[in-house]
Nanobody
């Protein structure tokens, strides 16, 4: 079984920074893509940032470009969040597309970590 565990969420003031971490573990042959999604109260879950493992190609939501940076190392992914705004308040979910030893690719999600930005 594969698990994704997030950490680093918390309460910060507008304009401050926060770094989220996510570690993948389990029966993993390789990881194709890792990234972050978020869901604010009363809203749909939306993509924040992704990175293609091995290539380093990144993709960001327009609302976070220039403020957030996604990176990876081994079986982990990170999200550096600078210049946080109140509208960034949400539960942030780690995402990974993982290849099993059978060759099958499957999407996985973490349990989520709360980020609250006060103004």
């Amino acid at each position: 079984q594969v698990q994704l565990v997030e950490s680093g969420g918390g309460l910060v003031q507008a304009g401050e920074s926060l770094k989220l971490s996510c570690a993948a573990s389990g029966s993993i042959r390789s990881i194709n893509v890792m990234g972050w999604y978020r869901q604010a109260p009363g809203k749909q879950r939306e993509l924040v940032a992704t990175i293609i493992i091995g290539l380093g190609t990144t993709n960001y939501a327009d609302s976070v470009k220039g403020r957030f940076t996604v990176s990876n190392a081994k079986n982990s992914v990170y999200l550096q969040m600078n210049g946080l705004k109140s509208e960034d308040t949400a539960v942030y979910y780690c995402y990974a597309n993982i290849r099993y030893y059978s060759g099958v690719d499957t999407n996985h999600w973490g349990q989520g970590t709360q980020v609250t930005v006060s103004s």
